[in-house]
């Protein structure tokens, strides 16, 4: 099974598509954020889904009330992208506006060091917002593998843990696997090095050793 997604957080849309195909052999999916959406259009979002086969996340980390993130959300799915990153600390309501239009993952925890200020006090209530609501993942530190281990005894069954912050930030593959997250996204450690398709296959074949 694959599990290694790749943040691909670049300004230029040419340079996205190609070291998404170059590495789409070693990857589960394609995570997008503003930068790379801002300079390239929604239409960034389908081209990377017909270049590599794979599923697209919007990482649009929505944190407005309903009908805006409804609003964006409608065209962020029909631009092609299969699953939309979205905060929980708005609320059930503006959670559920996205999640009636497609698959959603609830940020319940970020992995820079600021987010022990505000949303780590509070990731409980999203880790009971979760699973209420039932989306298809969570968002959890790679940085900070205890707390993903609290995460998933926390969080109900079926239930994803999607985890940034592998490579650049810090985080340890073996030690966040361990730990229960069940896909690593990996961003600067791939793009932003020399053989993008090298290092994608050599963190995939890491994540499989570790599993073995």
């Not at 073996?174 to 398709?197: F, H, Q, T, W």
Request: some cysteine; proline content about 5%.
């Amino acid at each position: 099974m694959k599990r290694l997604i790749l943040a691909i957080d670049v300004y230029d849309r040419e340079r996205a598509l190609e070291i998404a195909r170059r590495t789409a052999d070693y990857l589960w999916g394609v995570k997008v954020n503003w930068p790379l959406i801002i300079c390239s259009g929604l239409d960034i979002l389908g081209e990377l889904k017909r270049v590599t086969g794979l599923p697209v996340i919007a990482d649009l980390k929505l944190a407005d009330i309903p009908n805006t993130n409804r609003l964006i959300a409608r065209k962020v799915f029909e631009a092609g992208a299969d699953y939309v990153i979205v905060h929980g600390f708005t609320g059930r309501d503006s959670v559920s506006a996205v999640m009636e239009l497609g698959e959603t993952i609830i940020v319940v925890e970020m992995s820079h060091p600021g987010a022990r200020e505000f949303i780590q006090p509070v990731s409980d209530g999203l880790i009971e917002l979760a699973n209420e609501l039932r989306p298809f993942g969570v968002i959890a530190p790679a940085t900070r593998p205890g707390r993903v281990a609290y995460i998933r005894s926390k969080l109900d069954g079926g239930i994803n843990i999607l985890t940034p912050g592998v490579g650049a930030q810090g985080g340890n593959v073996r030690s966040v696997l361990k730990a229960g997250a069940d896909y690593i996204i990996v961003g600067r450690s791939i793009y932003g090095s020399e053989n993008p398709r090298e290092s994608a296959r050599k963190l995939h074949e890491e994540i499989g050793r570790c599993e073995t």
